[in-house]
């Protein structure tokens, strides 16, 4: 074995260090030169206060429940303890809201070697230590009993998921500790859908902040495209690399976002090395999560010109124009009152002026905390009967904003079916509704 002299082992291990340092400045230099919206502290917490001050007793007096309890605990806690500060629950703690007037009152039971930190979050009006070895459920129950609450909502329900939390062993041991009282409970999934489908004015900025980006880093993708060279793969890395550099999170399942497809439809599905041709129309289905608590779903199309095209063929760009058209349609029938199944409806009736096959999927979904979140469900306009779903019966409101696309279906020579689906996100207005962001107007066209 050759022993290398300690002077020269000294010295390659400085210069490795020197290289490893202004590796890591070269890289903090260009991260410092991103003009990244998402940069700092998140504004979660003082939005989350203000949505439990203005909507939740509204929330409550829609759902007309007089009180609700949310049970959280570690490992496996309520989908809603991030909304009500349980995010942090270690032992089994009970949030108790209750309307007081035109206030929604916050009494926690908390553990008392969390009970502290959850008091300096400064959202609650009390928090009550519960010493070791006792159960916050029978405090809390206790409490509840000494009021005189007629309806106490629980997240109990079949049909929604986010009111669900509640384990059979919860609800079990709460019913027992409020005896005679149990049969005031009811499910809290009428409450938690007006209070999580309508978004802020500060919520809204957000997310049209993260569309902006979202559909920003699709057209820098699309303008990577090497025709015969670069796979659908491909133009999903030059994403995820975005993602990186921003310090950003998946929209939904990372395996399938982005979906980028330059074949025939897949579905939901995840990118594959197909390469991309001349003569190919290519989706990109995007979305990011930005101070890991709102998220962005945005659809991108382009078109690959053949050899000595200089835009797309008559055929191609009818499909386009139909997408955007059903895509305007749809944000026209938006507005407060409207059901979502009208949305569909209206949109539907120009595919079918338009010559589109058949599209399986609902014209939009509300957006915001999830991909697909809460809301009115803007879908079953082809159905003989709508109220099969209930969720395309909920009334549109002011503040809900919804992911929604314009379709336009076709068969390809080879077999299959290509579907254009230019999708855009919207917010509903007092007298309508507004895109957030500029929505796609031309077919983007790759050389």
């Not at 995010?87 to 089994?92: D, I, L, R």
């Not at 979906?259 to 990109?284: A, C, E, F, L, Y």
């Not at 019966?393 to 080879?414: I, Q, R, S």
Request: proline share 6%.
């Amino acid at each position: 074995m050759r022993v290398i002299p300690f002077s020269l082992k000294s010295g390659i291990i400085l210069l490795l260090s020197a290289i490893i340092l202004a590796s890591c400045q070269n890289q903090e230099k260009a991260q410092s030169s991103i003009d990244n919206p998402f940069d700092g502290p998140s504004p979660w917490p003082e939005i989350r206060k203000e949505r439990l001050e203005r909507l939740l007793p509204h929330a409550m007096k829609e759902a007309e429940v007089d009180a609700w309890i949310v049970i959280c605990r570690e490992n496996n806690n309520d989908p809603i303890a991030h909304h009500i500060g349980g995010e942090n629950a270690g032992g089994t703690a009970m949030f108790l809201f209750y309307l007081e007037g035109d206030k929604a009152i916050s009494k926690v039971f908390s553990p008392v070697g969390e009970a502290t930190a959850l008091g300096e979050l400064k959202i609650h009006d009390e928090v009550i230590p519960v010493e070791r070895g006792k159960s916050a459920i029978l405090q809390g129950a206790e409490y509840i009993k000494s009021q005189n609450f007629n309806k106490i909502a629980i997240n109990s329900s079949f049909d929604e998921l986010l009111a669900d939390g509640l384990s059979y062993t919860q609800r079990k041991t709460l019913e027992e500790a409020l005896g005679n009282q149990a049969g005031k409970l009811v499910s809290a999934e009428e409450l938690i859908y007006e209070f999580l489908a309508v978004k802020l004015p500060a919520e809204v900025e957000i997310m049209t902040k993260a569309a902006e980006l979202t559909a920003q880093w699709q057209e820098a993708a699309y303008a990577q495209v090497i025709p015969g060279k670069t796979t659908d793969a491909d133009v999903a890395k030059f994403l995820k690399k975005k993602m990186e550099e921003y310090g950003v999170k998946d929209g939904w399942s990372p395996d399938q976002n982005p979906s980028v497809n330059s074949g025939p439809d897949r579905g939901h599905s995840h990118p594959t090395d197909k390469v991309i041709m001349p003569g190919d129309v290519i989706q990109t289905d995007f979305g990011i999560r930005v101070y890991d608590m709102w998220v962005s779903d945005i659809q991108r199309f382009a078109y690959v010109l053949r050899e000595g095209e200089t835009q797309a063929p008559d055929s191609v760009q009818f499909y386009f124009e139909s997408s955007i058209g059903g895509n305007r349609i749809a944000l026209a029938a938006m507005k407060p009152g409207v059901l979502g199944y009208q949305v569909d409806k209206a949109q539907r009736d120009w595919m079918d002026e338009r010559g589109s096959e058949y599209v399986m999927w609902s014209t939009g979904h509300p957006v915001g905390y999830v991909a697909h979140d809460i809301g009115p469900n803007l879908g079953a306009g082809n159905l003989p009967d709508p109220s099969v779903r209930p969720a395309a019966m909920k009334p549109l409101k002011e503040g809900m904003l919804f992911a929604f696309d314009g379709f336009h279906a076709w068969k390809l020579p080879e077999g299959g079916t290509k579907t254009m689906s230019v999708e855009e996100t919207a917010v509903v207005t007092s007298d309508g509704a507004r895109y957030l962001i500029k929505p796609q107007e031309e077919l983007i066209l790759i050389k």
